[in-house]
């Protein structure tokens, strides 16, 4: 009795200690301010969205865009801004740099970190400030800029104070380019110079031109990023390691990260399926003249020998309208492989524009010179774009531009039964879709067509309509792309709204548009080790077209990938799940309550948190709430969050031991391919809710070893003895549907 008594004394003291926590919460700042030239780039192909956001959102950060031709934003008294970003070119030219400098200088002086990457954005253009007013701003940096130029740099020595900032050893051996002339000027020892320059022996002439310290960072254009050529095309590669910089900049160790790669401690796997071929008779020649559709040969060879791998099918909407492009075989396939359990339903536009920019104008008679080509790939008549003119025939002859619009397109969609219309493109391909599936299944989501940039208006829509986004970003990272550069950020924002990004590359890059090596597909395996390796970037997307069924080569090249991805250690989840994990990256809050605990909240379906650095702490199970697990992987800790609760706080201990699991007086999870919700646990049970693909494998922690009854929705299933404190569990049953697990250890 007495020790019943001082268990709740205890329970209740840990409980009491972070009650009191709350008062002292700090939001933790995640969002960081960049600038964009829209006269130089769009946001999209900015340098930092490009190059730059990734990075950043692996280190838990943010970015909202700001065009530095628009009004400077105020942000000195907003409380979630860790800083300011930018990325400035020779060529930009402000209307009013002065201003921009006070402002720059206030943000500073707020608390604000300020990084700069390349020009500094005010010396270049036509209305260049005094250097005076550069240096008041350069000066809160402990910087300073003296205007000067070295435009050729082959009578320089570079000291590479941190050799490890560097992604090879003295990058800049060879490769020497320009650089503006800029100093640490600091006499306090906050900033740090990872690289600078000296010609000759002239040090009044040396540069420092990669530096970071407590009031933020500076990257000399030309010294960030080099471009080379392979293989005939252009790419671009990190010289500076860009997760230090952007880490010793920005100061993120204090910030736990969200994590979109990680669920129930393995990697996430998704697939999915743009309908593009459903039409296509396949060539592969044990179907020959059998007249079978490449999008049955992916249903028999890629779906439904891989049961434990979901996939995300869509189809365009045009294709299984008897208005449109409809065919009897093609609609029948769709049906049957829309009724596969692992297979989630999907919208691919009605219309597939390959040029959503096309259309936003709202002009429909801007599609009449490319009437006539329609006319050749569409099976219904066209409509006419000019109600004077009452028949095709006049509208045939117009000549259609003389430019191929963008990437072998020669019209600005595939289809154009009807005029353009973001309704039919968004709710009418939800309602066609769905019109043709089983009872229990409805479209979770669309999937953006052509060059993927749809604009706030059209991802609106798709809100409204109730379904997710993605496509776009095609992330690749291989021998021809051999680079972080060449990853994509989890998203991009459009206008209010946000497209979430698919996590790699479909086939149409590897295959030069689908016309040459079919095969090369397969190299889709490269990104996925790079993406893990040394730092897990991406989950494991297996991202295609229906028209693989089409080649022997490409369909080949699919099942080597699928095959690989079955050897993984992954979780695998729908992309509609993907795309709203990669949602709760934007909305979560992380607050500091108390020492070395956490309040984690609107993080929608995100589940994981990420600590890294951390080698000798673990979770405190105890203080913590609604933490299911963790697990130590490439040398950061993954915590599992409970996705039944909104608010959930992480409490760390230390740990001496990094390479073992630390024992608990309570199970936790260490990993599992099933997702897991709803748990409650002692000492000597846990019981929880759980759904998945695949045969249930997890790993437990249990406080004592012995025998555990694993019961499944209230029935006896199996009894499992323990070793070493771990409980490993082979479910073989269909959990598509939420189960309820228990085990006791008896």
């Not at 697939?271 to 039409?279: V, Y």
């Not at 050897?567 to 795309?579: F, H």
């Amino acid at each position: 009795m007495r020790s019943f008594i001082y268990k709740i004394i205890f329970v209740s003291c840990v409980f009491l200690n972070i009650s009191d926590s709350y008062a002292k919460e700090v939001v933790l700042p995640r969002t960081v301010i960049a600038f964009y030239d829209s006269k130089i780039s769009e946001l999209h192909t900015s340098n930092i969205h490009t190059l730059v956001e990734m990075p950043l959102n692996h280190l838990g950060i943010k970015v909202e865009y700001y065009d530095i031709n628009s009004p400077l934003p105020d942000i000195k008294s907003r409380e979630d801004v860790r800083g300011v970003l930018t990325w400035f070119f020779f060529e930009t030219n402000m209307d009013n740099p002065e201003e921009y400098l006070k402002w720059a200088t206030d943000v500073v002086n707020s608390g604000k970190k300020y990084v700069i990457i390349g020009n500094l954005g005010v010396i270049g253009g036509k209305n260049k400030p005094n250097i005076i007013a550069v240096n008041s701003f350069m000066g809160t940096l402990g910087l300073k800029a003296t205007q000067g130029w070295t435009e050729t740099a082959f009578d320089v020595s570079y000291s590479y104070n941190t050799p490890s900032m560097f992604l090879s050893e003295k990058p800049f051996f060879w490769n020497r380019t320009s650089y503006e002339t800029v100093t640490n000027i600091d006499n306090e020892n906050n900033n740090t110079v990872h690289l600078s320059v000296t010609r000759g022996n002239a040090f009044e002439e040396s540069s420092d031109l990669v530096i970071t310290g407590s009031k933020g960072g500076y990257a000399s254009s030309g010294y960030a990023i080099k471009t080379n050529v392979i293989e005939g095309k252009k790419t671009r590669q990190w010289v500076v390691d860009p997760f230090k910089f952007l880490r010793f900049a920005f100061d993120t160790d204090d910030l736990p990260k969200p994590d979109t790669t990680t669920i129930a401690g393995r990697r996430i796997y998704y697939s999915h399926i743009d309908g593009d071929g459903l039409n296509n008779v396949t060539q592969l020649e044990e179907y020959k003249g059998k007249n079978v559709l490449s999008a049955e040969v992916i249903m028999e060879k890629a779906v439904k020998p891989y049961p434990g791998l979901p996939v995300t099918l869509t189809v365009i909407a045009a294709d299984i309208d008897s208005k449109w492009m409809a065919a009897k075989d093609s609609v029948e396939v769709a049906k049957a492989f829309f009724a596969l359990p692992q297979v989630e339903a999907g919208s691919h536009t009605y219309s597939h524009p390959f040029i959503w920019e096309f259309f936003k104008e709202g002009d429909i008679n801007k599609e009449k010179p490319y009437m006539h080509i329609y006319t050749k790939t569409t099976k219904n008549p066209v409509w006419n774009p000019n109600e004077d003119e009452n028949v095709l025939a006049s509208l045939f002859s117009k000549k259609p531009p003389a430019k191929v619009m963008v990437d072998g397109n020669k019209t600005p969609r595939a289809y154009a039964n009807f005029p353009f219309d973001i309704k039919k493109e968004v709710q009418g391909s939800i309602d066609k879709v769905n019109s043709i599936l089983p009872e229990n299944k409805k479209v979770k989501i669309i999937m953006w067509s052509g060059n993927c940039s749809p604009w706030d208006a059209v991802i609106r829509a798709s809100r409204v309509a109730g379904v997710q986004n993605i496509n776009g970003g095609d992330t690749m990272f291989d021998p021809q792309h051999p680079d972080y550069a060449n990853v994509a950020p989890i998203g991009r924002p459009v206008g209010n709204e946000r497209q979430i990004y698919a996590s790699s590359s479909n086939e149409i890059p590897y295959t030069n548009e689908w016309t040459k090596n079919f095969n090369s597909y397969s190299h889709l395996k490269e990104t996925m080790i790079n993406t893990e390796l040394p730092i897990r970037l991406k989950p494991i997307n297996i991202y295609y077209h229906l028209y693989s069924g089409e080649k022997a080569a490409g369909l080949n090249a699919l099942l080597t990938n699928l095959d690989y991805a079955s050897t993984q250690n992954i979780a695998p989840v729908t992309t509609s799940d993907y795309t709203h994990i990669a949602e709760g990256f934007y909305d979560t809050v992380i607050s500091k309550a108390g020492n070395d605990i956490w309040k984690i909240t609107n993080r929608g379906q995100l589940a994981t948190i990420r600590f890294d650095n951390l080698m000798f702490k673990s979770v405190d199970f105890i203080k913590s709430k609604g933490v299911v697990g963790q697990r130590r992987l490439n040398g950061s800790l993954y915590v599992y969050l409970d996705s039944s609760l909104p608010t959930t706080f992480i409490a760390l201990k230390d740990n001496p031991s990094y390479f073992t699991q630390s024992k608990e007086a309570v199970p936790y999870l260490i990993e599992s391919r099933w997702l897991i919700s709803g748990l409650s646990r002692n000492s000597n049970y846990v019981s929880f809710k759980t759904h998945g693909f695949g045969i249930g494998t997890m790993v437990w922690n249990v406080p004592k070893n012995g025998n555990y009854l694993v019961r499944i929705n209230g029935k006896d299933y199996t009894t499992v003895a323990s070793e070493d404190n771990k409980l490993k569990l082979q479910i073989d049953i269909d959990a598509t549907a939420p189960l309820q697990l228990k085990i006791t250890r008896v």
